[in-house]
T-cell receptor
């Protein structure tokens, strides 16, 4: 089955520690995204990538970092600089062509709790 | 500025009754419009999209949506609600011609639908 796999589903960390969230897709999609979801705030874009070895900051990139060394993988690191890291993190992918009306495909998310 | 508004945080409907979840948008040019559904602790699932043509779009699980250009709306509808339709629904918009994989897909803040047995 083609899809997006996020791991782990739940993650607990102590304040001050960096943590990396995994996202892997086998849909052969060029574009990948990371969103943060907080109650009542909808989805906020952290980072996005159109192709391998290229990525751009979204609306709330501070305190986060990403890499895109392979087409299939787009890991997100939540650093100790992120002031309020506890949230539900969603990874997505899509066909990356111009004027694409293809929808995003989402993983099932990682719920990060930092104490 | 491009944006999407879902004016209702919560919609309650009795099982078997028709349901409507509202969405209005602001985007330059003609948009692509999407509806997604999210069940608890899961990612978003694509329901349907409007590209062009017929203003009434049919999607998954019996949902449909009506595009109204003059009112810049894209309301989600279903003729007969099921308890299993209870979930969080998101509307999204992208301007036509925009490069995918960029910061140009705008989501609403979501509407929680509760279908009462």
């Amino acid at each position: 089955d083609g899809g997006i796999t996020q791991s782990p589903k739940y993650l607990f960390r102590k304040e001050g520690q960096n943590v990396t969230l995994s996202c892997e897709q086998n849909l052969n999609h060029d574009a990948m995204y990371w969103y943060r979801q907080d109650p009542g705030q909808g989805l906020r874009l952290i980072y996005y990538s159109q192709i391998v070895n290229d990525f751009q900051k979204g609306d709330i990139a501070e305190g986060y970092s990403v890499s895109r060394e392979k087409k299939e993988s787009f890991p997100l690191t939540v650093t100790s600089a992120q002031k309020n890291p506890t949230a539900f993190y969603l990874c997505a992918s899509s066909i990356g062509s111009r004027d694409s009306n293809s929808p995003l495909h989402f993983g099932n998310g990682t719920r990060l709790t930092v104490t | 500025a491009q944006s999407v508004a879902q004016p209702e945080d919560q919609v309650n409907v009795a099982e078997g009754n028709p349901l409507t979840v509202k969405c209005t948008y602001s985007v330059s040019g003609n948009p692509y419009l999407f509806w997604y559904v999210q069940y608890p602790n899961r990612g978003l699932q694509f329901l349907l999209k409007y590209i062009t043509g017929d203003n009434l779009v049919k999607g998954s699980y019996g949902f449909e949506a009506e595009f109204n250009k003059s009112q810049t709306s894209f309301h989600l509808k279903k003729p007969s609600a099921l308890v299993s339709d209870s979930a969080l629904y998101f509307c999204a918009v992208r301007a036509r011609g925009a490069q995918a994989g960029a910061n140009n897909l705008f989501f609403g803040t979501g509407t929680r639908l509760t279908v009462i047995p």
